[in-house]
């Protein structure tokens, strides 16, 4: 063929089969690319075909997912499967919904090993690629390149060492052994990831080791190794510790923050949420709670499902910790979706807990009564008794006390947002004096104009009551309306209509 007679590059996808990855959450699609070089009057000069695949990770799959709807999103979304195959495709999902961990055929002793927890995944065990295990001569080969296919190669054997099914074969191969201890013995200090996704490799084969005497030896090589990689974590967060502060010192300028967020920093502080440093944790969500305020940033936390990872923290036991992450929740519930989403996850019950804490009531609170706010969560305040009586009369009690303005506003929408079908109101107002108290906060200029309009949401709610009403009314409040009316809130007057309505003289 003459180079010069090519005048036209055609280029075909073809879908194939979907199948399940082997041991991650997601779907595998396979597709041909066929490219043909045309010649000046489109007859076909040279072709090629190349066999890829595309991983689909499906990070939010739990139990709770719906597997129709998330099927029909994933056909959709993905243009290499067919319409043809959602059936296929929701078989898939309902197989990866129910796989658990699977488990190694031989039988186990009675007496089972204390083993540490798994080891969390890992940025650098992350590969866009499946390993075969018949291809594991090339990725052996690959320990014996430069640093980056060194890396590579580890971490599609580490694919293969996760899956149990492949251990015996692995663990069989000498050659691939004497080069992960070799690779890991003289280059460790040049690579985190790669030292990493070696021990993980070698954390691996310890779930074959039983308790006989040929195999202690490999036993104490397990333990030198897992302490080895214990130590290589904590110098990991010690690095990550003092590279984030850097960042969050940086990020006072605002310049520089766009850059981080430029850089995917939103994306790299989420992922290391799921570490279990305290002192790393701190940092990281208060440089999250700083960059919270950005609607692009808040939006990128919750596109990585931030609110069920914050979750895990509530309760804990270091108070800084719980305290940070109240704050960036408080800064995330401004969002209705994000909101939604902390009912979800059941963070509702956690954050009542808090208010009988003296160091979180007032957060917890706060973040409490942005929930209220949404008619569809009124009501699961009362049926999941997250607000029983008892807590209605703390936040009663805390209203006409010398406290903070911000906390009284708080706790006066939140009582003021409750749809609580048997509430007694006649016995709220009465037990904790709150008539005059809420008469008193309408006259002109006694307060500020977000504390008036939570009194005025006040008088609205309990005016459904009819014995309230009437004590209002009997009270002189309608005047004191009235004359808020004919001031500055002129404007909003069918507001207070709608609040005021229930409220009759008699």
């Given at each position: ?221 397990y333990e030198k190794t897992y302490k080895k990689y214990q130590g290589l974590v904590v110098k990991q967060e010690q690095l990550l510790r003092v590279a984030l502060y850097l960042l969050l010192n940086l990020a006072e300028d605002t310049r520089t923050e766009l850059k981080m967020r430029n850089k995917n920093i939103v994306h790299m502080l989420v992922k290391t949420l799921d570490r279990n440093n305290f002192e790393l944790l701190i940092l990281v969500v208060s440089f999250l709670k700083k960059l919270s305020i950005f609607m692009e940033n808040k939006n990128d936390m919750a596109e990585m499902d931030i609110i069920e990872k914050l979750a895990k923290l509530i309760p804990c036991d270091h108070e ?187």
């Amino acid at each position: 063929m003459q180079v010069e007679d090519a005048r036209y590059l055609k280029r075909k996808v073809k879908g194939g089969n979907v199948d399940v990855h082997p041991t991650e959450k997601a779907l595998v699609v396979h597709y041909e690319v066929e490219a043909t070089i045309l010649g000046e009057t489109g007859d076909p000069m040279l072709g090629e075909r190349k066999e890829s695949q595309k991983i689909i990770r499906l990070k939010s799959l739990n139990a709770n997912t719906d597997i129709a709807s998330l099927a029909r999103k994933v056909v959709e979304e993905c243009k290499l499967i067919h319409p043809s195959k959602l059936p296929e495709v929701e078989q898939l999902l309902f197989y990866l919904q129910n796989r658990r961990d699977m488990i190694h055929g031989r039988e186990k002793k009675e007496k089972k090993l204390s083993k540490p927890k798994d080891p969390p995944p890992f940025e650098g065990m992350e590969i866009d690629e499946i390993a075969n295990i018949n291809d594991m001569d090339n990725y052996i080969d690959l320990l014996y390149e430069d640093n980056a296919d060194k890396v590579r190669g580890s971490a599609l054997i580490l694919q293969l060492a996760r899956n149990p099914d492949n251990l015996e074969e692995l663990l069989q191969n000498e050659t691939a052994l004497g080069a992960l201890a070799r690779v890991l013995r003289e280059d460790w200090k040049q690579s985190v990831d790669l030292a990493t996704n070696i021990i993980y490799i070698f954390f691996c084969f310890s779930s074959l080791i039983e308790d006989d005497p040929d195999n202690q030896s490999i036993k104490k090589d397990y333990e030198k190794t897992y302490k080895k990689y214990q130590g290589l974590v904590v110098k990991q967060e010690q690095l990550l510790r003092v590279a984030l502060y850097l960042l969050l010192n940086l990020a006072e300028d605002t310049r520089t923050e766009l850059k981080m967020r430029n850089k995917n920093i939103v994306h790299m502080l989420v992922k290391t949420l799921d570490r279990n440093n305290f002192e790393l944790l701190i940092l990281v969500v208060s440089f999250l709670k700083k960059l919270s305020i950005f609607m692009e940033n808040k939006n990128d936390m919750a596109e990585m499902d931030i609110i069920e990872k914050l979750a895990k923290l509530i309760p804990c036991d270091h108070e800084d910790l719980l305290n940070i992450t109240l704050r960036l929740l408080l800064n995330l519930s401004f969002d209705t979706n994000l909101r939604n989403k902390m009912v979800q996850v059941g963070l509702l019950p956690k954050l009542t807990a808090l208010i009988g804490n003296e160091n979180h009531k007032q957060i917890a609170m706060c973040i409490l009564y942005h929930i209220s706010i949404d008619d569809r969560f009124k009501s699961m305040f009362a049926y999941t008794d997250c607000i029983p009586q008892d807590y209605v009369g703390d936040l009663a009690a805390q209203i006409g006390n010398d406290e903070d303005e911000e906390f009284l506003i708080e706790c006066l929408g939140t009582l003021a947002n409750l749809t609580i079908s048997e509430m007694n109101w006649e016995l709220v107002l009465k037990k904790y004096n709150l008539v005059p108290y809420l008469k008193d906060r309408l006259r002109p200029g006694a307060a500020e104009d977000d504390l008036v309009l939570e009194v005025v949401i006040m008088i609205g709610t309990v005016s459904m009551d009819p014995s309230c009403a009437t004590m209002l009314a009997k009270s002189g409040i309608i005047p004191a309306l009235i004359e808020l009316l004919n001031g500055k809130y002129k404007s909003k007057s069918f507001f207070f209509f709608l609040n005021c309505k229930h409220i009759v003289p008699t």
